[in-house]
T-cell receptor, first 112, second 114 residues
Framework: QQQVKQSPQSLIVQKGGISIINCAYE??????FPWYQQFPGKGPALLIA?????SEKKEGRFTISFNKSAKQFSLHIMDSQPGDSATYFC???????????FGKGTKLTVNP | NAGVTQTPKFQVLKTGQSMTLQCAQD?????MYWYRQDPGMGLRLIYY???????DKGEVPNGYNVSRLNKREFSLRLESAAPSQTSVYFC?????????????FGSGTRLTVV
């Protein structure tokens, strides 16, 4: 049973465009939703995270939108750059749990 | 540099061989984790250690054992490697269960079992 469903699997965007990656979850006990960025040959690195008491969080060109009623959250990358080309993972965890559950990842390619 | 260090970076094993993947962190984190990453599968938790002296199973523990040697080190052992264990293994750490912060990941060990 996949607890966090991520789409699309791959995404190609032109430089300057907006990249949007979506995730959906079922467990209403989840209360922490991070996004990780992974470059080839490297480990994932925390990009941005949100808690369900806010609907949006922005850090530079990266924004998380959160819809608690729909149990969905998404990552928007504004003004996408070739350097943003990487694999992005959404994740979720619930209070008191040690376990962080990951989506299957989205490979983003930003063409120059 | 502060962070999570994994050794080795690459390893090829024959079916049935054993090996230990090493992980060490120098951030004084309490919690440590082992994940495996397979194409199209995301990251799946193998084992974790919430604090020194404790270990617990994750989503895919079969075929693996772990040891939390001290606060800094958390090793993953494959007793009898199988081709299904071909994967990239990541160690991660975070300050502790009371801290809702992201994990810090190592750079991974790419393991091939032939």
């Amino acid at each position: 049973q996949q607890q966090v469903k991520q789409s699309p699997q791959s995404l190609i965007v032109q430089k300057g465009g907006i990249s949007i990656i979506n995730c959906a979850y079922e467990n209403t006990a989840f209360d922490y939703f991070p996004w990780y960025q992974q470059f080839p040959g490297k480990g994932p690195a925390l990009l941005i995270a949100i808690r369900p008491d806010v609907s949006e969080k922005k850090e530079g060109r990266f924004t998380i939108s959160f819809n608690k009623s729909a149990k969905q959250f998404s990552l928007h990358i504004m003004d996408s750059q070739p350097g943003d080309s990487a694999t992005y993972f959404c994740a979720a965890s619930e209070g008191g749990s040690e376990k962080l559950v990951f989506g299957k990842g989205t490979k983003l390619t930003v063409n120059p | 540099n502060a962070g999570v260090t994994q050794t080795p970076k690459f390893q090829v094993l024959k079916t049935g061989q054993s090996m230990t993947l090493q992980c060490a962190q120098d951030m004084n984190h309490n919690s440590m984790y082992w994940y495996r990453q397979d194409p199209g599968m995301g990251l799946r938790l193998i084992y974790y250690s919430a604090s020194e002296g404790t270990t617990d199973k994750g989503e895919v523990p079969n075929g693996y054992n772990v040891s939390r040697l001290n606060k800094r080190e958390f090793s993953l052992r494959l007793e009898s490697a199988a081709p299904s264990q071909t994967s990239v293994y990541f160690c991660a750490s975070r300050p502790g269960p009371a801290h809702r912060y992201g994990y810090t990941f190592g750079s991974g060990t790419r393991l091939t079992v032939v």
